[in-house]
């Protein structure tokens, strides 16, 4: 089931991330026309150069001949001094860099998490699951000032791939439940807490927040206030379950009309199940 939800999810991010992809896909492509126009700059240069050499080689030197294709290399190597054709390919090589770069972290987020070995329990930087998640996120949460607070973090022993799931839901309901036209923020912290030997991931938003009525049943199976096609019900419940699972817990405070945090505590020291999990999401 969490596999299920989990491809869910995933099935709806896949636009966002060809969205994301196509962006600086766009530039790439634009940025390496045009430095394939100016290395014919280059050529010609090479040109002028190869002519001048071929010149004063030749068993009899033309004086007049050497002259001119001398105006003419030192012309051609002005006028692209002057044109900076230099230092454009350099940005452009560099804005191209930068676009792959970019491709490539949305590839690797998207391998991350889309990895189907569920039962796999590693050393995790809590940081990098965030990370992670928000690129997944990013064409959702485009229209949110997102702003993070990250501390150092000790690695904890946990699922990546399910933690990865568990936030990006908490993401996309952040996404989900800003008012048209609102100025949508999303505050995502991490911390320690050293006495009770947890860490802590807090998502917090200013939403429209969730009436207390609803507040006590987002966790069960099923519910959901979304409209008929538009959601499982599953999202929240499947999160729960994931961090009991990881011998955490989860918890939500709203306020209508300010928003709304959820804060998750997770084990420092393994409590995550190598198996996968129950089926205890319907045995209430």
Known sequence: LVRSEKMATLGQMVAGVAHEVNTPLGYVR?????????????????????????ALKAPTINQEQVEQLIDQTLQCCEEMKEDKVSE???????????????IAELVVSLRDFSRIDESKVKDVDINDCITTSLTMARNNLRALEVNTNLSEMPLIQCNPSQ???????????????MPIDHKGVL???????????HVIVSVKDNGAGI????????????????????????GLAITAQIIEQHGGSIEVSSIVGEGTTFTIKLPIQSSAHENKPSQALFES
């Open 187 to 197: 505050q995502v912290t991490s911390s320690i807490d050293k006495a009770q030997q």
């Open 88 to 102: 454009d390919l350099a940005d452009l090589i560099k804005d191209g860099l930068y676009g792959v770069d970019q």
């Open 211 to 234: 009436p207390e009525s609803t507040l006590a049943k987002i966790f069960e199976p099923f519910f959901t206030t979304k409209k008929a096609g538009d959601g499982t019900g599953l």
């Open 30 to 54: 634009s940025n390496m026309e045009l430095v394939g126009d100016n290395l014919t700059r280059f050529d010609e240069l090479i040109q002028h150069t190869d002519q001048l050499l071929q």
């Open 163 to 177: 933690i990865n799931q568990v936030l990006l839901n908490l993401f996309n309901n952040a996404a989900q439940a």
